[in-house]
């Protein structure tokens, strides 16, 4: 899947806990995005970022942080999950032209218990 | 804000029958427009795009979508649906002057029957 691998496939953890995500490509690609896929709902960006150190939010941001020190990696963190973060976390890439297309991991299916 | 909507959460149709899913989108500035299939427990795939150009794109599976300007829409059609085709697919645009923000719609079920 085009060079993204995304850390935990699966996860269940209990209410009030931190929980980090990972997302790693071998691309060598600007952009980096964080989605969550709900039923009903689709897919929503959480963050995404444009370069090292350079994120910014999407349309639910709120109780999830990010970083990126490095190109290939892009961090989703939970600070003190609940159950309403359970959910499918996809991570997605894409070069700095912009007419290209992302490029989408496995997901991560998180259950906030 | 940039939106897309997807106003069918499930389409049926007979294998053989030409099939149809519906897109529609708001975005300031010119659209960048994509398609996504997922099959179960999967990522998403790129099915195709539109970026300037012809108005009919196409792509793969033997999926093609029309740009249509006027009605804001980029609907996904196929001449002959197989069973296999049968998967959530997902309507994306992006502005070609926000650069960075890529919105989907909430997906749409295709059932594909034999």
């Known amino acids: 899947d085009a060079g993204i691998t995304q850390s935990p496939r699966h996860k269940v953890t209990e209410t009030g806990t931190p929980v980090t995500l990972r997302c790693h490509q071998t691309?060598?690609?600007?952009?980096m995005y964080w989605y969550r896929q709900d039923p009903g709902h689709g897919l929503r960006l959480i963050h995404y970022?444009?370069?090292?150190?350079?994120?910014d939010k999407g349309e639910v941001s709120d109780g999830y942080s990010v970083s990126r020190s490095k190109t290939e990696d892009f961090l989703l963190t939970l600070e003190s999950a609940t159950s309403s973060q359970t959910s499918v976390y996809f991570c997605?890439?894409?070069?700095?032209?912009?007419?290209?297309?992302?490029?989408f991991g496995q997901g991560t299916r998180l259950t906030v218990v | 804000a940039q939106s897309v909507a997807q106003p069918e959460d499930q389409v049926n149709v007979a294998e053989g029958n030409p099939l149809t899913v519906k897109c529609t989108y708001s975005?300031?500035?010119?659209?960048?427009l994509f398609w996504y299939v997922q099959y179960p427990n999967r990522g998403l795939q790129f099915l195709l795009k539109?970026?300037?150009?012809?108005?009919l794109v196409k792509g793969s599976y033997g999926f093609e979508a029309e740009f249509n300007k006027s009605q804001t829409s980029f609907h996904l059609k196929k001449p002959s649906a197989l069973v296999s085709d049968s998967a959530l697919y997902f309507c994306?645009?992006?502005?070609?002057?926000?650069?960075?923000?890529?919105?989907f719609g909430g997906g749409t079920r295709l059932m594909v029957k034999p």
């Open positions: 997605a890439i894409r070069p700095g032209q912009a007419n290209t297309e992302a490029f």
């Open positions: 691309e060598n690609h600007r952009y």
């Open positions: 539109y970026i300037t150009g012809d108005n």
């Open positions: 994306a645009v992006r502005s070609n002057n926000a650069g960075n923000m890529l919105t």
């Open positions: 975005v300031s500035g010119n659209p960048y």
């Open positions: 970022s444009y370069g090292v150190k350079d994120t």
